[in-house]
């Protein structure tokens, strides 16, 4: 049995009439933990208050599946009584650090003693207020720290590509120029003809120039790759399955390569040869570069959307364009939207800038774009929608997925509130969208949902 002095260990407790701590003591439910028990789990129902008198017990709470402690009580301490004001799921898991010796007071027990005396309900919501606003900053802090993990990881892989094609062109075009310029110090070597020479360069200058301009479309390309290889193949050229890609991607016709083989059609010389494979290197080398180049510029615009999005380099507020952050926004996303995911936008281009705080709006668009990935499961539309109402600017985000229920769309917003499985969502990705939107931004919003469009709308001032 509860023993009256150790109750009284607690402040808490102290408030109290001795005839409510006998009252308490004749209730309390006694508890045996062994070091690596488990109290309560994260996601469970409301259960009981709990006393520890002896012993400590370790908080933790998941975050992308893995385990985070975050604190720890030590007797003589009290823990339960959130959930059970809330009538709310266990928001931590509880676990002994140590053999503990632990007693439980009933719910509605609890909830009695609350109503009943005044300077224990004080201490109550004071412990709680403490309590949540610890939970809100860790949770806050992991948040953000998985936010920048998930887009660093995706900046990761939209960068794998592009860097990937920058070093294969930097190593091909290597040993390419080398070859190019051999075959000029052969060619240099024999009496040419000067007017020949410029009917191979303007070939090779107009090729340059639509492969600089983004080439010729596939289907053309492989239509005139077999008219090449079967042209290439009767003049007896060696590997001529090699040379009709590039010399097609240089938009070269087998006309083309008549008039410039006349004059050589019966030279038992080298050049007879080499000035096609010339050509088709000099088409290759130069597709290499521009690959090399759309690599470079990838990975620049990767690297400029990313220091855009953080607003590097500027003050805490800024005139933003509210285009460019969602724009910014969704590049970083990208390895996840190309997969299934449509992107609707009804930009009002005429809308105008507004003074914000750049870095922290745009994690209003990462978690509303984000939540709606989820619910999509990675496959539907998004539909970004802006407009400008009076002194607002209006921001619409619409998803294609399954809707939020009717009977919890009244608490998305609540913190810790979520329809996640549990270590999947926190529960304050909504609210910082709210205080960033209502308390940082002086703005409105809102959300309407039903089976296959859920859509929140946002209003922020332009002044």
């Given at each position: 049995m509860l023993c009256a002095e150790e109750l009284l260990?607690?402040?808490l407790f102290q408030h109290l009439p001795q005839t409510r701590i006998d009252w308490i003591c004749d209730r309390a439910c006694p508890l045996e933990l062994s070091k690596g028990d488990t109290l309560v789990t994260e996601g469970d129902p409301p259960r009981g208050f709990f006393v520890i008198l002896a012993g400590s017990i370790g908080i933790s709470r998941l975050s992308n599946g893995i385990a985070m402690p975050i604190g720890q009580h030590d007797a003589p301490a009290f823990v339960g009584e959130i959930p059970v004001l809330t009538e709310q799921p266990v928001p931590v898991t509880l676990c002994a650090l140590t053999d503990c010796r632990v007693y439980e007071i009933a719910g509605e027990d609890f909830l009695e003693l609350v109503h009943e005396c005044r300077d224990f309900e004080r201490t109550i919501f004071r412990t709680v207020q403490k309590r949540i606003k610890g939970l809100e900053s860790f949770i806050q802090n992991r948040e953000k720290m998985a936010a920048l993990g998930n887009l660093?990881?995706?900046?990761?892989?939209?960068?794998?590509?592009?860097?990937?094609?920058?070093?294969?062109?930097?190593?091909?075009?290597?040993?390419?120029?080398?070859?190019?310029?051999?075959?000029?110090?052969v060619y240099g070597q024999h009496n040419v003809d000067e007017e020949h020479t410029q009917q191979w360069l303007e070939v090779r200058d107009r090729g340059y120039d639509i492969i600089m301009k983004g080439g010729l479309d596939s289907l053309a390309i492989s239509d005139r790759e077999e008219e090449l290889l079967d042209w290439l193949e009767d003049y007896e050229v060696e590997e001529a399955w090699k040379l009709a890609e590039p010399l097609a991607a240089g938009d070269v016709h087998p006309e083309t390569l008549d008039t410039l083989m006349e004059r050589w059609r019966n030279d038992p010389t080298e050049l007879r040869e080499m000035g096609i494979h010339w050509l088709a290197l000099s088409f290759d080398v130069m597709s290499i570069i521009q690959a090399g180049l759309r690599g470079?510029?990838?990975?620049?615009?990767?690297?400029?959307?990313?220091?855009?999005?953080s607003h590097l380099d500027r003050g805490e507020q800024q005139v933003v364009d509210i285009h460019e952050g969602i724009e910014d926004t969704l590049r970083l996303f990208s390895y996840k939207?190309?997969?299934?995911?449509?992107?609707?936008?009804?930009?009002?281009r005429n809308i105008p800038k507004i003074t914000a705080y750049g870095s922290e709006l745009n994690q209003v668009w990462t978690n509303l774009i984000d939540n709606a990935i989820y619910a999509m499961d990675n496959d539907g539309k998004i539909e970004i929608t802006t407009s400008s109402y009076k002194d607002r600017v209006m921001v619409t985000i619409s998803d294609s997925g399954a809707g939020i229920p009717d009977d919890v769309r009244s608490r998305i917003f609540e913190p810790f509130f979520t329809t996640k499985p549990v270590g999947k969502g926190s529960g304050l990705g909504l609210d910082i969208v709210r205080r960033v939107v209502e308390n940082r931004h002086k703005g409105t919003i809102s959300c309407a949902s039903e089976p296959g469009n859920t859509t929140f709308t946002i209003g922020l001032p332009i002044n």
């Open positions: 260990r607690l402040e660093a990881a995706g900046l990761a892989h939209e960068l794998n590509n592009p860097a990937a094609a920058l070093v294969r062109a930097l190593k091909d075009v290597t040993p390419a120029l080398l070859e190019l310029q051999r075959m000029n110090l470079a510029e990838r990975i620049s615009a990767l690297i400029s959307s990313m220091k855009s999005y939207l190309k997969h299934g995911i449509e992107i609707k936008r009804n930009y009002d």
